[in-house]
């Protein structure tokens, strides 16, 4: 008899069983192994990208050289802080991230710097903040310090919630600046006595003694044929008697790629014209910059012929009146708080106050290949003045009684990208310092650029005012931001171009705004439930007072009529706390329900389609493969 060795046919059921829990247990699998070894992968679906690296800063990463090492000291005990856990989570991420794109340059070492510890000792040499959490002196540690392979330190004493929108900036500057430790090598070309004003016994401005700390800065004088090629930043303070050899210099620089901060001021306060030799001689006007002829050809200009006055950001002075001293607006002046700042750029973020004085405005003009990025601007209750109204001897009451708001907002200081055309298309000009020359210097004529080489990057400011002592600092006091202005505009332009062009992204720890609505609508039925409330009570005491004064007895004891009313307002009071705390519970409960769907949604719902998407992707398999057999059997 032959054995029978047909197989027996599996349980349809058991199979299908298996193969779920066979899923589940893929899927659970998939996500520990994902967690293990995808920690910094990221599909990012947020409204501004925050958490994609830029463009900007993968060059600087695959650009370093020099081995680079970061040391992220974070305290284990700033995860239990609700201000800081979702924000120090966030930057070890990013820091993972760039490590990665670092390609072996780029080290990355943690440390949980206790107490009393050796990594604790090492945080605070490199002058990492300590912050203290309790009365007992207890602190935390989250900051970050950078070294490369010359010795060169940089870093981010603490990681400010505040500036999150800037992470990104801050970690790639402080990678390009350890990338390039070389100090910043700038040249100055100034009209105004910043590196050495007569009235301070020859003393520089705090703005010039400051900046000299984070740059080497060179002051030049004379006639300019070339700026040398080591110079990064070109910076020029209302520059006056600039012949055009030295305008051609600083035309040339800019065509090889040079980045400049310019000021330029229309009616420069600090630096008045030379005083009349006789009380009858007309006044003379302040000398106006040399930078007419480069501003026509680039396609910008600051206008010399008006002022911007400012009804909002005017600051108040004393004055006279019809006879009588009075204290009133005066236009010109103008102290802007930070809505007149751009909030969103690393260079204004943080300035909360701004002095400045008879400024100037930007206007590209007609057919100017330049793009404006207004960075300090005026309130749209501004109006433009006539330089003539405010020297020698203004009036302000008069401005202010005349004025009349344009109902436009007036840049101050911008930035302008863009490419641009030379102001000496023909060639530069004739050696002004060589009497016999017939033509332009022969090297300079070989070299001779009549276009910029890319996208030029410049700030520009309508005020020169601003860097002197005696507009932003009172008593010795710092009353402005304006020197803080002045570095961060220099560290700026420091930077790679696409460092410049980095901005301020939101917040990863982004409130519900569904759940805030619920809770402002909440807070306030809450409210009118509770005037209601009180508004009863009051009228159940004044009912009180009432039968009180209406009693007939010896006044020290309450009639049946006064008891039963007080009784039933006690009776109507428990009631209403009652309906009050219901309410509260409900509208709270709500908020609850709300809170928890939308995690369940956030945390689950991406794992949960794609267990729902892989179950169904199996069972159409499955078919398939049913119909199949079904085929073949037939």
Known sequence: MAENTTRKPLDRNAVAVGAVIIAIILFIAINILSNAALRTAQVDLTQDRRFTVSEA?????????????????????????????????????????????????????????????????????????????????????????????????DLIAFFSPEREPFLEYDLSKLVYNLSRPKKTTVALISSLPIAADPSRRYEPWVTYTQATQFFDIRTLGGNIKRLDEDVDLLLLVNPTGLADVTLYAIDQYLMRGGKALIF?????????????????????????HSLGKLFAAYGVDVPLTEVVGDRIAAQRVAAMSGGRRVTTDYLPWLSMTNTFVKRDDVVTAEIQRLNMTSVGHIVLTEGSKLKLDPLVFSSEQAQLLPIDKIRPSP??????????????????????????????????????????????????????????????????????????????IQNGVPAAQNNDLFVNLMDNLRGSAGLIALRGKGLSNRP????????????????????????????????????????????QMLSKEQTDAVAEARREMVRDRAELREVQFALQQDVKS?????????????????????????????????????????
């Open 57 to 153: 800063t993968r060059g600087i990463l695959t650009a370093i050289d020099e081995p680079i090492t970061l040391k992220f000291y974070v305290s284990e005990r700033v995860q239990s802080i609700p201000q800081l856990s979702t924000y120090a989570t966030r930057v070890q991420e990013l820091l993972q991230q760039y490590q990665q794109l670092g390609q072996g340059k780029l080290k990355l070492e943690v440390y949980n710097p206790q107490q009393f510890s050796p990594e604790e000792d090492q945080a605070v040499g490199f002058g990492i903040t300590a912050l203290p959490v309790s009365g007992a002196g207890d602190v935390i540690y989250f900051g970050l310090a950078g070294t490369n392979s010359t010795d060169d330190e």
């Open 395 to 472: 009036d302000p009451v008069t401005l202010l009684t005349d004025f009349k708001s344009d109902n436009k907002s007036y840049p101050i200081v911008g930035r302008l990208t863009g490419a641009i055309n030379s102001a000496f298309p023909d060639g530069p000009p004739v050696d002004a310092d060589n009497r016999l020359a017939t033509g332009p210097d022969p090297d300079l004529a070989k070299e001779h650029r009549k276009e910029s080489v890319g996208p030029i990057i410049m700030m520009l400011v309508a005020d020169a005012d601003l860097l002197a002592d005696q507009i932003w």
């Open 594 to 634: 709300l809170d928890t769907r939308l995690k369940i949604l956030n945390i689950g719902a991406i794992p949960l389609l794609i267990g729902i998407f892989a179950i169904g992707l199996w069972l159409v398999r499955r078919a398939r493969f049913s119909r199949h057999v079904r085929t073949v059997r037939s």
């Open 512 to 555: 519900f705004t569904l759940v805030q609505d619920i809770q402002r609508e909440s807070e306030l039925r809450f409210r009118s439930k509770e005037r209601e409330l009180l508004g009863k009570i009051e009228q159940i005491q004044a009912k009180i007072t009432e039968l009180q004064r209406k009693d007939s007895g010896d006044g």
């Open 264 to 288: 330029v001021d229309p009616h420069p306060e600090v630096n008045p014209g030379p005083p009349p030799r006789n009380p009858g001689d007309p006044y003379t006007p302040p000398t106006n």
